[in-house]
């Protein structure tokens, strides 16, 4: 059951930022139809997160030793895709239901595989701008398939299971981790197997099969298939929602700058590509494992917010121990693997209660339960994490070139932390605030039992 201050909250769309707060989950039928459909988002999230991390082991020393690129355009390379995503996803939500959330969930699949397909191939392309406007070309077009995906996946996610959202949402991240965790060592093996093509060319075709496949068994959506009327930046100036997407873009910079930047620091330590794969794999391993326990416990009305509060400060923890932070000591192989799973951990605690959280803000700002709302807020989600993420490969190799890994680890911690802090301060005035409202309202109740004499 719902409490007084939280139904108030609910029901009244003036209410200003008071912490977000939902039913928790009641037995849902899970229908054949519902199984079939969570069932094939989980194998198609699983596919694109492993294409993303694909080429995180060899791509980098590839680039850099065969196609003589710098650290800062090979991040630029990872971000790329990042970049498309973020410009894209907003237009993705607010026009889901104009274009359909079928037609670009399988679209957007289709083309991702393609892409990568592509992406393979340049392995043939001459050194120089060439090579590196082409990686940039399949990447960017890549990361329009997989928004398209992406952003449309999290908008069924609130249509289909609106008493389960969180459970939900924990089962795609954790397929969403395991994706990442298997990328490098399904690309590290593959490479290893059959040289630069070969990790591509196979998860591409599988992509591009399975998108084929679903225009005849992914279940209908039913949608209005009007566009979103309303404007993007209504939703992102509710302060709570900003918070929670300023949350998401700190967390995804500095997981993006692992990406490019942990590659190079494993190979002070003389480990194959396999070794450095399997280590990449640790973390997303860890996300995949206790996304869905996180998430089971926010349908079930534990604080969602104090969970992210603690996730984050798990993360800061790590980025100081993953370099180390230089005042810390120097750098060893197990204090590296120990950093990777308190990161592994404290993503996963931080972020998978983040997307219920924004969607129940919104509700309580006066914003409709419908599909539109629904790509609205996916729109926003997935504009922030992919902006954290293409500036995180960007910038954080670029400051990687100047500052080293070390330093680079430390100045992300303190941004991290630095974003805790602001979210505690809002938690605060916000309770404040709730209590102020609730005690405003006893006296206003109790003027109106007095009766005249």
């Not at 973020?86 to 892409?115: H, R």
């Not at 339960?369 to 807020?377: K, M, Q, S, V």
Request: aromatic share 10%.
């Amino acid at each position: 059951m719902v409490d007084n201050e939280t139904s108030k909250i609910i029901a009244d769309p003036k209410a200003p930022d008071a912490p977000a707060q939902l039913e928790p989950s009641r037995p849902v039928g899970w229908t054949t139809r519902k199984k079939l459909l969570l069932s094939l988002m989980l194998v198609t999230q699983l596919t694109v997160s492993c294409s993303f991390s694909l080429l995180a082991p060899f791509f980098p020393t590839e680039a850099e030793q065969r196609k003589k690129l710098s650290k800062s355009q090979i991040g630029f390379i990872f971000g790329c895709f990042q970049m498309s995503n973020l410009i894209m996803a907003p237009l993705f939500g607010k026009y889901l239901s104009l274009l359909g959330v079928k037609y670009l969930y399988i679209s957007g699949l289709f083309l991702s595989g393609g892409c990568l397909i592509c992406f393979g191939i340049l392995d043939r392309a001459p050194a120089g701008p060439s090579y590196l406007a082409l990686c940039i070309l399949c990447r960017a077009l890549g990361g329009v398939g997989s928004s398209a995906s992406v952003t449309s996946g999290f908008a069924i996610v609130a249509q289909e299971f609106p008493h389960a959202i969180a459970t939900a949402t924990g089962l795609l991240e954790m397929v969403n981790g395991a994706g990442f965790g298997l990328g490098p060592f399904v690309g590290g093996a593959l490479y290893e197997v059959g040289g630069f093509v070969v990790p591509f060319a196979a998860v591409g075709a599988t992509m591009m099969l399975m998108s084929v496949m679903y225009i005849f068994i992914f279940p209908s959506i039913k949608s209005a298939r009007r566009a979103y009327s309303g404007s993007l930046l209504s939703l992102i100036r509710i302060p709570a929602i900003l918070i929670m997407s300023m949350t998401v873009f700190f967390a995804f910079f500095g997981l993006a700058f692992l990406d490019v930047g942990l590659g190079p620091h494993l190979k002070t330590f003389n480990l194959s590509v396999i070794v450095t794969g399997v280590i990449f794999m640790t973390a997303p391993i860890l996300y995949a494992l206790t996304a869905p326990i996180w998430g089971w416990l926010v349908d079930r009305g534990h604080a969602g917010r104090i969970m992210i509060v603690v996730g984050n400060l798990v993360c800061v923890t790590g980025m100081v121990l993953i370099g180390p932070v230089p005042i810390v000591g120097k750098s060893h192989l197990w204090l590296t693997i120990l950093a990777i799973v308190i990161l592994g951990i404290g993503f996963a605690c931080s972020q998978v209660p983040v997307f219920r959280d924004m969607l129940m803000t919104a509700r309580a700002h006066g914003f409709p339960d419908e599909l539109e709302t629904h790509g609205l807020i996916s729109g926003v989600y997935n504009f922030f994490y992919p902006f954290g993420a293409f500036l995180g490969a960007v910038v954080g190799g670029i400051i990687s070139d100047r500052i080293g890994f070390r330093w680079t680890c430390s100045v992300i911690a303190l941004m991290v932390f630095t974003m805790v802090m602001v979210m505690i301060i809002f938690m605060l005035i916000s309770r404040h605030l709730s209590h102020k409202r609730k005690s405003q309202d006893e006296q206003d109740k109790g003027s109106e039992e007095i009766p005249l004499k």
